[in-house]
């Protein structure tokens, strides 16, 4: 019989494997930072989100009900935040229980809940009270929301690098003495116990010398060698990543998911603020974008695919600081783009889209992939080290800010910013969009595994 027939339905069903295998399965996802008097109300933000970005998950500070409600049916998922002062409290189990009432229950389904917070950065908070109560709260929320019938909602709490010591290079890294035993092992216990990921904040930003500025924005660079693994690494990013890797498979906990619940960079800053610029901006959110949703990975974590939220979705104007903490936003208030890193939904439609308009990421292929090489000489990126956003004062009005400096490692990008506004006692969240992008690409296996079954068989019935 025909063998142009089957040569046909052989090369539709190759272009049609060759679709799936390349379409991107994870976007990107947000920050919702509300530290500004001229942001637009929520539900415009939920309905641009939804129509023409590929933004498809966000991440509060807080538990903001007008956010919450504004967010209800649509496809996007969110994270909420416990505040940090409500930690110790959130040890007991009625206030937990009271917490899951107030703050999930009224919205939850409608809105795609997939993960709390608890608390934000809270080692680096060097707040004792809190720090001992954090793996404790977890438990007692986790139990809160199972109780409620929310058993898929994961819980998780979000780290600057501070808690790892000795990260270059990056082999060499492990979970901070002192932290390890008390807190981190286990918290990574109870994340195993239910499924839920390790949440870390790695800022390049904050380790930003023009010494370094190629490594630390994925351009041509030397790179950065470590003996250990014989590994030569191109971008901090990655560096910072295997180090966190490094960190967890010291103790057997590799297995843990990690999910990037901070990153980003200022386009605009003072004079004295060098790094910030909209190119450097652009570059480095640019090549984020890329790896959440190709499979780029990290040295040790090969092609792995990362859950990410960028910092942050809008420009702050209240954001205590400089021009540049003001500046670390995707979309200005009235929704312009500060620039473009193929999150846009292609072919902006004007009139409300359905479910019909395609996703499309543009990848950002104006960039490299921060492969070459150049040579950074670490310490440079040490010094900075100390820069921190500030954070965010917490409802009760503590600041927790925690920018002590403290080694010189270079991913002692441990700075963070101030996140407060949005919140109560803010804290930050994060999605279980790993179950879902696991999900998704099981999915697309299975639709694969099908595709070669069919081609097999129709190229059999064709034969005989
Ligand atoms: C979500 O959709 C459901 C069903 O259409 C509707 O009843 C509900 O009011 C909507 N929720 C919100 C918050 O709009
Ligand atoms: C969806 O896309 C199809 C094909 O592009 C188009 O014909 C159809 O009108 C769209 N449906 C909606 C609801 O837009
Ligand atoms: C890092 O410190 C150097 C020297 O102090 C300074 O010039 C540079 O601007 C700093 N980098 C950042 C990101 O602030
Ligand atoms: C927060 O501030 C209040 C009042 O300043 C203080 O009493 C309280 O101890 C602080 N809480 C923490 C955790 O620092
Ligand atoms: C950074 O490390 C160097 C060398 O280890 C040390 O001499 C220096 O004091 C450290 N700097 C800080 C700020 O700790």
């Not at 009625?94 to 997939?114: F, H």
């Not at 082999?171 to 390790?198: C, H, N, W």
């Not at 910013?417 to 697309?444: C, F, M, P, W, Y």
Request: glycine share 6%; with cysteine; net charge negative.
């Amino acid at each position: 019989m025909s063998t142009t027939r089957s040569k046909t339905t052989i090369i539709l069903l190759l272009s049609t494997i060759f679709l799936h295998l390349t379409a991107s399965t994870t976007a990107i996802g947000v920050n919702y930072g509300t530290l500004s008097d001229n942001l637009p109300p929520p539900t415009k933000v939920a309905e641009f989100l939804q129509t023409k970005t590929t933004i498809d998950r966000i991440k509060l500070f807080d538990a903001n009900p007008e956010i919450l409600r504004a967010f209800a049916n649509t496809s996007i998922s969110v994270t909420v935040t416990v505040g940090n002062g409500d930690i110790p409290g959130m040890v007991e189990a009625s206030t937990a229980q009271k917490w899951v009432a107030d703050n999930i229950a009224p919205y939850y389904l409608e809105t795609k809940i997939i993960r709390v917070t608890v608390g934000n950065e809270i080692l680096k908070s060097a707040v004792k009270n809190w720090i001992v109560n954090l793996v404790p709260a977890m438990k007692s929320l986790h139990k809160a929301l199972v109780n409620a019938g929310f058993k898929d909602i994961q819980v998780s709490t979000p780290h600057t690098l501070s808690l790892v010591e000795h990260s270059e290079p990056p082999s060499a890294a492990r979970f901070r003495v002192g932290y390890d035993k008390q807190v981190i092992i286990p918290m990574l216990q109870f994340l195993r116990e239910t499924k839920s990921p390790l949440m870390i904040n790695p800022y390049p930003y904050f380790g930003w010398a023009q010494s370094v500025s190629d490594y630390c924005l994925f351009k041509p660079n030397k790179g950065i060698y470590d003996e250990n693994t014989k590994i030569t690494y191109m971008s901090m990013f990655d560096a910072i990543m295997d180090a966190v890797y490094t960190s967890m498979k010291a103790i057997d906990y590799d297995d843990i998911e990690i999910v990037i619940a901070e990153t980003g960079w200022s386009s605009a800053g003072d004079p004295e603020e060098a790094a910030c610029s909209v190119e450097n901006a652009k570059a480095f959110n640019g090549n984020v974008a890329r790896r959440a949703t190709e499979s780029i990975g990290t040295p040790l974590m090969p092609k792995k695919i990362f859950e990410t939220y960028i910092f942050a979705l809008f420009n702050e104007n209240l954001k205590s600081g400089g021009t540049s903490e003001k500046n670390f936003g995707l979309f200005k208030p009235d929704f312009t783009p500060v620039y473009d890193i193929g999150i846009m939904k292609t072919g902006q439609q004007q009139d409300s889209e359905k479910e019909n308009t395609t996703q499309t990421n543009e990848n950002m292929d104006d960039f490299g992939d921060g492969n070459m090489a150049e040579t950074n000489e670490n310490k440079d990126v040490t010094e900075n080290n100390t820069q921190t956003h500030k954070k965010n004062t917490d409802m009760s009005g503590n600041t927790t800010r925690t920018e002590e400096n403290k080694e010189n490692t270079s991913v002692s990008v441990t700075r963070t910013h101030e996140h407060s506004g949005v919140s109560v006692n803010q804290t930050k969240e994060d999605t279980g969009v790993d179950a879902k992008s696991i999900a998704t690409r099981l999915i697309s296996y299975c639709q694969y595994i099908v595709y070669i079954l069919s081609t097999v068989i129709s190229i059999y019935v064709t034969m005989h």
